[in-house]
């Protein structure tokens, strides 16, 4: 009977955990990460293990960012994927299937080994909400993640993670959480710099 109550009260405490709205004031991190994150400061972690004997390998991903604008004022330009080829330097293509939801991007850039195509879905983020994405095809078929976009103050703040375990890339573990965590901090410095920018 007692453990009983345990597990019930543990099941619980996980569900008021799940069900609470998230906010920058429960985001998973230290608190002077937080701290830097409300200075301006993008924050990208990426953990990459080798699974099975080198056979396979895992990803758990995570980036943070508070964009200096209004949510409603940054995504009239980050929503723009197809245009991501001329704010990005190293996307060399950029497309979005609107009836699909797919993006396609061509990736170039000296962290990479090769050019890069990435294709993922994900909807045309326009508000304030989460965002599901999925990777379909490519080396890290299965990958999913999500988007969050939320309001902070007068301020925008964007949250993401994403999970994936599949096929050994041929990148080391090293290269591969070099290269992710890289260029994802640098995409949203860029995009947020840009779109803080642009005038609408």
Not at 18 to 39: G, R, T, V, W, Y
Not at 142 to 150: A, Q
Request: glycine share 4%.
């Amino acid at each position: 009977m007692r453990y009983r109550f345990i597990f019930l009260s543990l099941l619980f405490w996980a569900f008021s955990l799940n069900s609470q709205e998230l906010s920058f004031a429960n985001l998973p991190f230290k608190k002077n990460i937080k701290e830097n994150i409300l200075q301006g400061d993008i924050f990208s972690e990426s953990k990459v293990n080798s699974l099975n004997f080198n056979k396979e390998q895992s990803l758990s991903f995570s980036i943070a960012g508070l964009h200096p604008k209004s949510c409603p004022y940054a995504l009239k330009t980050l929503s723009l994927y197809e245009e991501f080829s001329h704010f990005l330097n190293f996307v060399k293509e950029s497309r979005y299937n609107d009836s699909t939801n797919e993006i396609n991007f061509l990736l170039s850039h000296f962290l990479l080994p090769y050019e890069m195509r990435l294709i993922f879905k994900l909807p045309r983020i326009t508000k304030v909400g989460t965002y599901p994405f999925s990777f379909d095809v490519g080396i890290l078929k299965n990958l999913n993640g999500k988007i969050y976009i939320m309001n902070h103050g007068s301020r925008c703040l964007f949250y993401t993670t994403a999970s994936w375990q599949g096929k050994h890339t041929g990148f080391s573990s090293t290269i591969f959480e070099l290269f992710s965590q890289t260029l994802s901090r640098l995409s949203m410095e860029i995009l947020f710099r840009i779109s803080s920018t642009l005038s609408h």
